[in-house]
């Protein structure tokens, strides 16, 4: 079946932009690819059906997501670009280890732990670790609400 000229124009075929627009457009997207942020979303788009297949398997990670996803909207309007470009790095590095580490099925497969159980985990080296990561994500967020409590009431 022949494609007729109005299906090879796109979407900026049926559109009006200015050249002010254009311009505009092309900032955007330079400081998209500055900051890291257009590698994600590219990354995202070519993936979202398969993301969107996982996150409909499990209601209670969509409806997190759903959550996690308007916070970090309101959040990211607060970082510049350099702020984006190393918070990209440390998710990716996080995500990536954590993904290599863990199976699909770790989540499903975690066993409850007693007391016993945690003083028995406490001795891992890779779980001491992780608390101490933890406790360096608590301590900048903790730092974080000081801040805010203090440029609150002043």
Known sequence: ?????????????QASLSDQDVQALIAD????????????????VKK???????LFQEPALYRLMA?????????????????????KATVQEIGGCVGKSMGADALKNAKPLGIGGLMAALGDPDVKK???????????LGKCASQQEGSSSA
Not at 48 to 54: F, H, K, P, R, S
Not at 67 to 85: E, F, H, R, T, W
């Open 67 to 87: 959550v996690a996803l308007d916070g970090s909207l309101g959040a990211m309007k607060q970082l510049n670009a350099q702020d984006v470009i190393q918070l």
């Open 48 to 54: 979202m059906d398969e993301l969107l297949q996982y």
């Open 29 to 44: 997207l330079v400081e998209l690819e500055k900051s890291g942020t257009l590698d994600v979303l590219i990354v995202a």
């Open 130 to 140: 992780g608390i101490g990561i933890t406790i360096m994500i608590l301590k900048a």
């Open 1 to 13: 079946m022949p494609k007729d000229k109005k299906d090879d124009e796109g979407i900026l075929g």
